[in-house]
């Protein structure tokens, strides 16, 4: 069993940046990879970025290519996110999730078997 809990976010003007973070417990944090994805109201989940277990490996949406970027303490159990350059488009509740099985980062919410409860990340324009 995984336990995942985000924070992070909050409400921010358009160009301004956040980092959020997602303490892992439960597991050896170093044996699997995680994910990052976001949902908007009425839209279905969709992926944002991912990072190996060693983190030399990550993948990242082309919506957010070039403004984000996802990194790993394994010695804290906890991936982060960090948002710059944020748009009206990136407000969402953002999900860490797990992958206890991929030797890939995985852009796929199906693969995915653990899930924190979500942060909350309003863009205002």
């Known amino acids: 069993q995984i336990q995942l809990v985000e924070s992070g976010g909050g409400l921010v003007q358009a160009g301004g940046s956040l980092r959020l973070s997602c303490a892992a417990s439960?597991?050896?944090?170093?044996?699997?990879?995680m994910g990052w994805f976001r949902q908007a109201p009425g839209k279905e989940r969709e992926f944002v970025s991912a990072?190996?277990?060693?983190?030399?490996?990550?993948k990242f949406a082309d919506s957010v290519k070039g403004r984000f970027t996802v990194s790993r303490d394994n010695a804290k159990s906890t991936v982060y996110l960090q948002m710059n350059s944020l748009k009206p488009e990136d407000t969402a509740v953002y999900y860490c999730?797990?992958?206890?099985?991929?030797?890939?980062?995985?852009?796929?919410?199906?693969?995915?078997?653990?899930w924190g409860q979500g942060t909350q990340v309003t863009v205002s324009s």
């Open positions: 999730a797990a992958d206890l099985w991929g030797n890939e980062p995985s852009t796929v919410v199906a693969v995915y078997e653990y």
């Open positions: 439960g597991r050896t944090f170093s044996s699997y990879a």
């Open positions: 990072i190996s277990w060693s983190g030399s490996r990550t």
